[in-house]
């Protein structure tokens, strides 16, 4: 049996593909800076993070969700 290699995928990739998250909440995160040290502390309380660093991009994925979701900017 060949076992499948694991490759490590950043997070950020993920989420921007993986649209049917579980999750309650959305935190959207605009900023230029990485910050990944207060990202991950920040999904301590939430896994399903945003990271945008141009507005127009995250101002678009904000108009695209459903009005029922819930969203932390």
Known sequence: ???IPILEVPNESFSKRNDN???SFS???LN???NVHI???L???INHIETFDD???CK???DKTSENDRLVL
């Open 60 to 62: 678009n994925y904000i």
């Open 43 to 45: 999904r301590n309380t």
């Open 55 to 57: 507005v127009e991009e």
């Open 39 to 41: 990202q991950k502390e």
């Open 32 to 34: 230029n800076n990485e």
């Open 21 to 23: 998250h579980l999750e």
């Open 27 to 29: 935190l959207i995160w």
């Open 1 to 3: 049996m060949e076992m």
